[in-house]
């Protein structure tokens, strides 16, 4: 369609250069010759004009024309007349046609030998006078344009003589010529213009309709940005690689690119540095494939490329590791370096899905195992990964759900003091109930609900239901609540505790704001921005898992943690290592106490461990020792107050203990 449209354009193009040639070409030649035969008028007039002067004021022609000597007063006469420089020169000729006497600008005299002229001859048979209109070449003498004109001499009927003026017209005949040449070129002008315009115009207006045409056709078949094949065009591709797949033989490999962390580069170097590496691994892409290969961006940080003509798994991995390599390579973006690592997921054809849409979403899924084993690595499709995928599928739908009716429940896990013997809060911990009774783990459904990007909202809910939990409770105790890395990306934490705080009425020091170092791993300056306006409100900043990280002991002194709470996974170890951990958990201790901040050991689960606790003088404790997680419809203000009263008497944990098991009962 855009070759005729080309084709057809281009036949009114010429259709109308002609067309406007003719006009202005027949225009112009109308002109000229109009031009010509006034100038030519304007010739013969002047010359007939001399011709008659010379005629009217000799007396003696007749005698001229015989042969005779001019008399003196015509010699004077012809003297005068010659002066004028319009007149070349003047002839008289006898009634024969034959001249007699010549005048010019060097000479009044007789001829020594005659010469016939044609027009002087038929001027004094016809009686009539002859005027003619020459061309001469200034090589030769002669003006570019001159008149002629023979004007017989009747006396008595008859002609005695015949009076020939020459005069030169090219002056008068330039400034005709000029002026109607301006007056042509005008016209040309506005013809070319009152044409010419509309038809620019019209060209212009259609030449952009059509690459108007031609970006709309390419942007349906491919991505703007990378100029890729899109989603359309590559399902297209694929049902026919597909459809003659059973000819060949052969088999097709769908390999998915996925940026890993995309985020972050957005996040740092602005769009346009995420446009920057977007564009720069398409090209990469497109520059290690074959002809017979196809390279398609389906949006976002997502690439396919289908290489075709495979023969087995051990050429497809391969050209997965180049494609690793090749990508791998740094970006460079205003100078700042670009490092980037990729997670592919592969799928065959036919033998992982028969057609486009389930060939992709197997490369999909291989994809997604690729990013659950922990990003930058290869992965090939497996039938479990659809199983997998529909357990996902019933999660996300649950979280969703939850997220809209608040769904999500949350429990209580109690806190103790060790010096004091006392109840000092509560740990807010979020479920989600699943079909049975049962609830699903946090530790299954959060990472998925921050894929989702839904954490804010369920973030905020856990806050203002945990601050509304609370101010049921004595006033000395605190609640405290987990924020996810996610919440701070979307920069809404800091609004979502002062909602709560104002809307439940807690006081801000009962409430405890509970962090992973992992938070601290990314953006670090503006984290910790916002974890002091956090403290600045009042509420008290805990460092979580303590001693599991890469570089907890570095942020300690950069910001000034209120509590640790040293993870779980020491006390777990602690009958195996023995010795180690003590003096892990000892030193943390010691650490904490240097620096002023609390610290709470998690996963207390035996009496050793907290016999050792004490001796070790930790502040807090917190494990199923004292207390499991439970719903705050049990967290009543009795069984508090049951638990103040039990641990002032200084009552041993397993008496507490039965004073949980007795409330829940």
Request: include cysteine; aromatic fraction near 8%.
């Amino acid at each position: 369609m855009s070759y005729l449209s080309d084709i057809s354009l281009r036949r009114a193009i010429t259709l109308l250069v002609v067309v406007l040639t003719v006009l202005i070409g027949g225009t112009w030649l109308t002109i000229k010759l109009a031009t010509d035969h006034l100038v030519d008028e304007y010739v013969k007039g002047t010359a007939s004009d001399w011709a008659h002067f010379i005629a009217d004021n000799i007396t003696d022609l007749q005698q001229i024309a015989a042969g005779e000597q001019p008399s003196a007063a015509s010699l004077a006469f012809f003297e005068g007349s010659r002066k004028s420089n319009q007149v070349l020169r003047y002839v008289i000729f006898n009634p024969q046609g034959y001249s007699q006497l010549v005048v010019d600008s060097t000479r009044i005299a007789l001829v020594d030998l005659a010469s016939y002229s044609v027009n002087a001859a038929r001027a004094a048979k016809q009686g009539l006078p002859v005027v003619d209109v020459k061309r001469g070449s200034e090589s030769a003498g002669l003006p570019g344009s001159f008149g002629e004109a023979y004007v017989p001499v009747i006396a008595g009927n008859q002609p005695v003589a015949v009076v020939a003026a020459y005069v030169d017209e090219k002056e008068a005949a330039d400034i005709i010529y000029s002026t109607f040449l301006a007056a042509v070129i005008t016209l040309c002008l506005l013809m070319a213009l009152s044409f010419g315009v509309p038809a620019i115009a019209w060209y212009l207006r259609t030449r952009e309709k059509q690459l108007a045409d031609r970006r709309i056709k390419f942007l349906a078949h491919h991505d703007p940005l990378t100029g890729l094949a899109n989603r359309a065009r590559l399902i297209d591709r694929l049902e026919a690689a597909l459809a003659v797949l059973p000819t060949t033989g052969g088999m097709i490999a769908v390999h998915f690119i996925d940026i890993d962390r995309f985020k972050q580069v957005n996040d740092t170097l602005g769009h346009d540095g995420g446009d920057c590496l977007l564009s720069t691994i398409g090209k990469r892409l497109n520059a290690m494939t074959r002809m017979e290969d196809m390279v398609a961006r389906l949006g976002g940080d997502e690439f396919v490329v289908v290489q075709t003509g495979i023969t087995g798994k051990a050429q497809v991995e391969a050209f997965a590791r180049r494609i690793e390599s090749i990508l791998g390579a740094p970006v460079y973006y205003k100078e700042q370096e670009i490092s980037s690592t990729y997670t592919i997921g592969i799928a065959f054809a036919p033998a992982d899905g028969a057609t486009p849409e389930r060939l992709l979403k197997s490369a999909d899924l291989a994809l997604y195992a690729g990013k659950a084993a922990g990003r930058n690595c290869i992965r090939f499709f497996s039938p479990e990964m659809d199983e997998l995928m529909q357990k996902r599928i019933v999660l996300e739908r649950a979280i969703r759900d939850a997220v809209m009716h608040r769904g999500f429940a949350l429990h209580y896990q109690p806190v103790f003091e060790m010096a004091g013997k006392q109840l000092v809060g509560f740990e807010a911990l979020i479920r989600l109930p699943a079909p049975g009774g049962s609830f699903i783990p946090p530790a299954t459904f959060i990472p998925v609900a921050e894929e989702m990007r839904l954490i804010d909202k369920i973030g905020a809910w856990v806050l203002g239901e945990a601050c509304r939990i609370a101010m049921t409770w004595p006033e000395n105790l605190t609640v405290a609540v987990n924020l996810s890395p996610a919440q701070f990306e979307h920069g809404a934490v800091e609004m979502a505790v002062a909602d709560a705080l104002k809307t439940s009425g807690l006081e801000p020091n009962r409430l405890e704001l509970e962090i992973t170092e992992t938070l601290l791993l990314v953006n670090t300056e503006a984290t910790i921005a916002t974890l002091r306006r956090l403290k600045d409100m009042g509420v008290s900043i805990v460092m979580d898992d303590f001693g599991t990280g890469y570089s907890s002991l570095s942020y300690l002194w950069k910001f000034p943690f209120d509590k640790i709470k040293i993870d779980r996974s020491f006390m777990e170890s602690f009958d195996k290592s023995g010795h180690d951990v003590e003096t892990i958990v000892r030193t943390i201790i010691a650490l904490g106490r240097e620096m002023k901040m609390q610290v709470t050991v998690e996963g207390v689960e035996t009496a050793q461990q907290v016999d050792f606790l004490y001796d070790a003088d930790a502040d807090q404790v917190q494990g199923f020792y004292f207390g499991k997680p439970v719903p705050a419809s049990e967290v009543s203000a009795d069984i508090l107050k049951g638990f103040n009263k039990t641990l002032a008497a200084g009552e041993p944990a397993e008496t507490k203990l039965r004073i949980v098991t007795k409330a829940k009962i």
